[in-house]
Nanobody, 119 residues
Framework: QVQLVESGGGLVQAGGSLRLSCAAS????????MGWYRQAPGKQRELVAT???????NYPDSVKGRFTISRDNAKNTVYLKMNSLKPEDTAVYYC?????????????WGQGTQVTVSS
């Protein structure tokens, strides 16, 4: 089973930038899509960005043009570069991965990292 460890969260001012990292370990063979989700207090978890094994990306309108997801398959790591941060970006950010391993489909989540954007 894949295990995910996130890092890079912190406190930044509005307009600033931050880079999140998520390293995968364990039975990583067969990972298909990796992505980032976030959850703010009192709100449901929402998609931030995804990237397929082939490098295709997807973003919602709320972050499109400001955030960039990338993937280093050799290092088994996915990144999220966040520019022009806004207070509404404040949330716990979770890394996600899914795929197939020995005929079984799996979905795994990281523990989350806090991102706080001040006014």
């Amino acid at each position: 089973q894949v295990q995910l460890v996130e890092s890079g969260g912190g406190l930044v001012q509005a307009g600033g930038s931050l880079r999140l990292s998520c390293a995968a370990s364990g039975s990583i063979f067969g990972i298909r899509t990796m992505g980032w989700y976030r959850q703010a207090p009192g709100k449901q978890r929402e998609l931030v960005a995804t990237i397929t094994s082939g490098g295709r990306t997807n973003y919602p309108d709320s972050v499109k043009g400001r955030f960039t997801i990338s993937r280093d398959n050799a290092k088994n790591t996915v990144y999220l570069k966040m520019n022009s941060l806004k207070p509404e970006d404040t949330a716990v950010y979770y890394c996600n991965a899914d795929g197939w391993d020995s005929g079984t489909y799996y979905i795994v989540w990281g523990q989350g990292t806090q991102v706080t954007v001040s006014s």
